[in-house]
């Protein structure tokens, strides 16, 4: 079955620690988004890439990285610059199409303690 | 910058319709999406216009006003499990940069038995 996986679902890290977060799609989708949600919020973008080897900041990207070295995996490192990283990490990709819905992930849950 | 708006929270009795309103002022719109997330779960697809007009998709349809930057989803023959958070998106084209989405804050919905 076609589709994209995140893991881990929970993760916890230590203050301090980078951490990576793995998205991986077999979609055979060319666009692929890191989204941040915080309780009871709406998606925040923080990286974006249309295609391999390229990617883009989006609105929140300071303390984060990205990189796309392969068309199905695009992994986020939050570092420990990230002043509040606790949260609700989503990822989600897209085709170039003129119809193309966004197809999230499961999402991973990232708790710095 | 880019803008969009939804009512932070509405409730609803089981088998009554209700809608959910959202307004935006981008530039680059390209198309305008509603996923519905419950809590801690990944968004899913509900639906999308391009065009002024209204979309319908079973108990869901959804309509769009480009020049009055307004869109708004409506839920028909509520059932218990339509309780959930439901986001409005906004495809913008990046002059640049291919696509992108633009996510609302989300509108938390309860339905009462």
């Known amino acids: 079955d076609g589709g994209i996986t995140q893991s881990p679902k929970y993760l916890f890290r230590k203050e301090g620690q980078n951490v990576t977060l793995s998205c991986e799609q077999n979609l055979n989708h060319d666009a692929m988004y890191w989204y941040r949600q915080d309780p009871g919020q709406g998606l925040r973008l923080i990286y974006y890439?249309?295609?391999?080897?390229?990617?883009q900041k989006g609105d929140i990207a300071e303390g984060y990285s990205v990189s796309r070295e392969k068309k199905e995996s695009f992994p986020l490192t939050v570092t420990s610059a990230q002043k509040n990283p606790t949260a609700f990490y989503l990822c989600?990709?897209?085709?170039?199409?003129?119809?193309?819905?966004?197809?999230f992930g499961p999402g991973t849950r990232l708790t710095v303690l | 910058g880019q803008n969009i708006d939804q009512p932070t929270e509405m409730t609803a009795t089981e088998g009554a319709i209700v809608q959910i309103n959202c307004t935006y002022q981008t530039s680059g719109f390209n198309g305008l999406f509603w996923y519905q997330q419950h809590a801690g779960e990944a968004p899913t697809f509900l639906s999308y216009n391009v065009l002024d007009g209204l979309e319908e998709k079973g108990r869901f349809s959804s309509f769009l006003s480009r020049s009055k930057g307004y869109s708004y989803l409506l839920l028909k023959e509520l059932q218990m499990k339509d309780s959930a958070s439901y986001l409005c998106a906004v495809r913008l084209l990046l002059l640049n940069y291919g696509q992108n989405f633009v996510f609302g804050p989300g509108t938390r919905l309860s339905v009462l038995p």
């Open positions: 989600a990709s897209s085709t170039g199409g003129s119809y193309n819905e966004q197809f």
């Open positions: 890439s249309q295609i391999v080897n390229d990617f």
